[in-house]
Structure formats: structure tokens, C-alpha cells
């Protein structure tokens, strides 16, 4: 959506990524003046998607690209309510699948109603919008909510090592000796 938006032009946000531009922009945005419908809502499971979400983001910016009579890559006027309401539609169809594998994973006894824990990282958990929306889930539904800083939330590579970290300290599954490991680029 940052990347449709043409974000890295716009004045507020010429050094930001997409999602944090997406985040910056969506605090003064108007979120009710664009409702987008959420992904997969005929579908009672707990999986993600967001290619059709992207699909109608799309439509309503070539729409509103030429009600303003603007080309593809320039600035739109209502780019601030179309970036509040896509970050909108995101929470709340994150919140709503994590709300179903939640429930999933206390009737199946998969996670103890006691000290049960919500671990939200990666790019996603950087966002303060979604992520206030998952500590109410969270809050709600008794669970306690877990979060790296937003400093290391930025990059899956970092969350991975974090990971490694975490594993290491706990003497979990970490190997001690590379011998015998090939490893390929892609």
C-alpha cells in the first residue's frame, strides 16, 4: 500500500519504510472515510491473507487517483484517510484471527488458560496501532502479551537472531558444532 501510495515522495515520509509510513500517516488520517470489507470473512479459521485486502486498497486509490486527476506515482490529496483505513482493516483482521487461534488453542488444551501468552514480533509488532489492539485482545481474553521494542521489530533477520539468542540462553536446541552443516545460498 506504501509502495501504491508512492509514499517515499511524500514529504512526511521521504526516509521512513512503508509500514511506518503507513503508522505516521494514519495518526491524522480519517479512517471512516474509506471502509475497506476484511479478507476472508466466509472463512471460520485462523489464516491470514491480504492480497485481497491490497486488491480493494487499489481500486480505491486508481478511483480516487482519477476523481483528482492525478497520475500513478503523485501524492493524492486523501492520502492520509486511505492509509488509516487499510492500517484499520489490517488490525482488525490480525486481532480477529489471533482472537479465533487463541480460542482454538484453549478449547483444544493446546495452551493453559493460566499465564497463557500472546507473542506478537516482527514488522507487524512494531506498529503501535496493532499492537494496542492486540494488548486489548490480550487483555481481554486474559492472556499476557509479549512484545520486542519496536527497535528490533523491524527486520525478520533480527527477530530470528533474537530467537537464537533466547534458545541459546535456555540450552534449547541449539547447535554447538557446525561439522557436517552445508549451507547454500540462494
Request: one cysteine or more; hydrophobic letters at 40%.
Amino acid at each position: 500500500v506504501a509502495r501504491r501510495l508512492s509514499l517515499r515522495k511524500h514529504p512526511e515520509c521521504r526516509s521512513m519504510a512503508g509500514g511506518k509510513a503507513i503508522e505516521h500517516l494514519a495518526q491524522t488520517g480519517n479512517r471512516h472515510q474509506h471502509k475497506f470489507r476484511l479478507p476472508m470473512q466466509q472463512y471460520r479459521n485462523c489464516d491470514f491473507s491480504f492480497s485481497g485486502l491490497q486488491n480493494l486498497v487499489n481500486k480505491v486509490i486508481i478511483q480516487k487517483e482519477k476523481e483528482e486527476g492525478i497520475q500513478e506515482g503523485e501524492i493524492l490529496s486523501c492520502v492520509k484517510d486511505i492509509a488509516a483505513a487499510a492500517q484499520h482493516a489490517v488490525a482488525v483482521h490480525i486481532i480477529q484471527r489471533t482472537y479465533r487461534a487463541m480460542l482454538f488453542c484453549l478449547k483444544n488444551s493446546i495452551l493453559s488458560s493460566k499465564n497463557a501468552t500472546l507473542v506478537v514480533s516482527g514488522g507487524v509488532a512494531s506498529n503501535q496501532y496493532i499492537r494496542k489492539g492486540l494488548q486489548t485482545l490480550a487483555d481481554a481474553n486474559g492472556f499476557t502479551l509479549l512484545c520486542p521494542p519496536p527497535r528490533l521489530c523491524t527486520d525478520n533477520g533480527v527477530m530470528i537472531a533474537w530467537n537464537g539468542i533466547e534458545r541459546l540462553r535456555a540450552g534449547l536446541g541449539v547447535l554447538h558444532s557446525t561439522d557436517g552443516i552445508r549451507y547454500e545460498p540462494k
